[in-house]
């Protein structure tokens, strides 16, 4: 497995950007799906990107689509979530998260997590 730790959130206004990276440990990050998750109060936690391993194939939630880019540097072990024109309803705790094997959308999919990072966007 790997061990995933989240950069610093942060408040942002609506409409501005704000870039999330995610850092991994352990040898075979490369052969890992990671995935980004939000939970809002109250809600379930969300699907919100991933990446292929190899980074050649991305998925987003319909919510982020055109806003919100997923990226990763496997020889620095990063993952990065750049979150562009940011909403309101975008406020959450933001997870990252990895799996050995294809990508995927769900949470049960996903076995290796990060402690969460809140992102909080006023309007």
């Known amino acids: 497995q790997v061990q995933l730790v989240e950069s610093r959130g942060g408040l942002v206004q609506a409409g501005g950007s704000l870039r999330l990276s995610c850092g991994a440990s352990?040898?075979?990050?490369?052969?890992?799906?990671v995935g980004w998750f939000r939970q809002a109060p109250g809600k379930e936690r969300e699907f919100v990107a991933a990446i292929r391993w190899s980074g050649a194939n991305t998925e987003y939630a319909d919510s982020v689509k055109g806003r919100f880019t997923i990226s990763r540097d496997n020889a620095k072990k990063m993952v990065y979530l750049q979150m562009n024109v940011l909403k309101p309803e975008d406020t959450a705790v933001y997870y990252c998260?990895?799996?050995?094997?294809?990508?995927?959308?769900?949470?049960?999919?996903?076995?290796?997590w990060g402690q969460g990072t809140q992102v909080t966007v006023s309007s």
């Open positions: 352990g040898r075979t990050f490369s052969n890992y799906a």
């Open positions: 998260a990895a799996r050995q094997g294809p990508i995927a959308t769900g949470v049960r999919d996903f076995g290796s």
